[in-house]
């Protein structure tokens, strides 16, 4: 530096003025780095406030609304192997067929509302949630039989007699839960879009204690065993609904819900076909590790095998309501973007989405490597089970891992409206791959519940990684002329707007 700066001193003024300049330059080019790099961190920030201020609430009330599931199998695995195998079959094969495709046709709402809301068309969102109850219950209704004849299908399905036969009726008392759904998952996204987090948090947190009070009235003091466990879920899941309906009716919403209209019953068939490719789309997904519970069903010792698995299960959808927080605040996060017209913005949102949940599934990932002799304990007292999960637990960290980011990939899906499309990459991957694969290495060569889990992660990791591909690759500002002027969402959208404001058209 001292040899530098003595040149620079004894130098003429002809190359004096060069060096001047090129001190300047470097300084405007690292003051512009600089400033670069602090835009990028306030653009992260403020990203990240916004996608917190969804995944925040989120996240507690998913934890909350799935921990009465967790309280409900912990009180029937305290009674019984018996007790604890049916109302994991029940709630995890009858209920949770239905809850998959249910949740999916839902899962329209995150991008009509989604879109609705950037675009500032409040007063439409408040049609489309009633169109989704009335699609949700006339399908809830279609997918009675599966209560009604549970044991029968199970016993088709390979399960043991004992066990068919107790799911079977618990499965017939878990019918109020069933309709529960059809009102509970608009609602929650109805309000979800339009930023309302905070009084979902809040109704989880009511209906959470108020099921931990009934579940301990109905199974121990009053003695109704695992028929008093399911109805203490039914009983907690209307709690749920009637909070969110008794916050959006009596002025919660005052530009989103203008009352019931006659307006939800026109443009159904829009709606519908959006609403069954969302279905289709999430039910794919939802449904692939129900069948690992029913593979394992197949299994020698199976009440030990579904025991473990169920315990297993239970841990990974309790942390899985962290990554399903983030798919549901990326959908709308992308689906607001994208209705005000910023490719960019939805873009961003995405990679900020994907990389904040990556790191909490690795954090979740260490933390089950570290317990895993000991967190089974929580479910039962049984010693082949806690042996059994014990075995389970390095399959169980990379399910964990691989699916805190897949679900957010698929609510990018969500928020861009390409769940048709996603549908036949899910059945590819899950069913073509994962499957078989499954029943290859679990059945043919005798790895037992290990082999079956593990083929099926192969169908997860394919999944997601030709989503990650489509994300990469994907052209977000032409993404936003699609939604303008092809996309089968806007166009449902734009059918639904002549409706209710035919004065407007054409702004956009």
Not at 189 to 208: D, H, N
Not at 212 to 233: D, E, P, R, T
Not at 246 to 263: E, R
Not at 404 to 424: D, E, K, N, T
């Amino acid at each position: 530096m001292a040899e530098k700066k003595h040149r620079f001193m004894e130098s003429s003024g002809d190359e004096k003025v060069p060096l001047l300049e090129e001190n300047k330059s470097s300084l405007i080019v690292r003051e512009n780095r600089d400033q670069d790099q602090e835009d990028f961190v306030t653009s992260v920030l403020v990203e990240s406030k916004k996608l917190w201020h969804i995944v925040g609430p989120a996240i507690f009330s998913r934890i909350a609304s799935f921990s009465m599931n967790v309280i409900t199998q912990s009180f029937a695995g305290h009674i019984g192997d018996l007790e604890m195998a049916s109302i994991s079959i029940a709630n995890g094969v009858i209920v949770g067929f239905n809850f998959g495709l249910l949740l999916g046709m839902a899962s329209a709402l995150e991008t009509l509302c989604g879109q609705a809301f950037g675009a500032k068309r409040y007063d439409m969102l408040g049609i489309y949630m009633q169109r989704s109850w009335i699609v949700l219950f006339l399908c809830s209704v279609l997918l009675l039989p599966m209560y009604v004849f549970a044991t029968p299908i199970l016993k088709l399905c390979g399960q043991a007699d004992d066990i068919a036969e107790q799911s079977g009726v618990v499965a017939m008392w878990l019918i109020p839960l069933h309709f529960s759904f059809a009102f509970q998952f608009p609602l929650q996204r109805f309000l979800q879009s339009q930023l309302k987090t905070g009084v979902i948090a809040w109704v989880s947190l009511v209906a959470l204690i108020v099921h931990i009070f009934v579940s301990w009235l109905f199974v121990f003091k009053l003695g109704y065993g695992v028929i008093g466990a399911a109805v203490s879920l039914n009983f907690s899941w209307w709690v749920l609904v009637f909070g969110l309906l008794g916050y959006t009716i009596f002025g919660g919403c005052p530009l989103s819900w203008n009352g019931f209209s006659t307006q939800a019953f026109s443009g159904l068939w829009e709606f519908l076909k959006l609403s069954a490719a969302s279905g289709v789309m999430l039910c794919l997904e939802n449904w692939y590790y129900r069948i690992l519970v029913l593979m394992t069903g197949n299994l020698k010792n199976a009440k030990i095998a579904v025991d473990a698995l169920s315990v297993c299960t239970t841990i990974n959808g309790w942390e899985m309501m962290i990554p399903l927080s983030f798919f549901a605040a990326t959908g709308v996060r992308v689906a607001n973007e994208l209705g005000a017209g910023n490719g960019k913005g939805a873009k961003f949102a995405t990679t900020v989405s994907v990389v904040q949940s990556a790191i909490i599934g690795i954090i979740f990932c260490v933390l089950i490597v570290i317990f895993h002799d000991k967190f089974a304990v929580i479910f039962t007292t049984s010693p082949p089970v806690i042996e059994a999960v014990d075995n389970l637990s390095v399959l169980l960290a990379f399910t964990i891992l691989l699916n805190s980011v897949q679900p957010v990939l698929s609510g990018v899906a969500v928020g861009s409206g390409w769940q048709a499309f996603v549908a036949y990459i899910n059945i590819g991957s899950y069913y073509v791959i994962g499957v078989p694969l499954g029943v290859l290495l679990g059945m043919i060569f005798k790895l037992g519940v290990m082999g079956i889990w593990a083929g099926m992660i192969g169908g997860t990791a394919v999944q997601t990684l030709i989503l990650a591909v489509i994300v990469i690759r994907c052209d977000w500002e032409n993404e936003v002329n699609l939604l303008l002027h092809q996309r089968p969402a806007r166009k449902a959208t734009i059918h639904m707007e002549k409706l209710a404001c035919p004065n407007e058209v054409g702004r956009d």
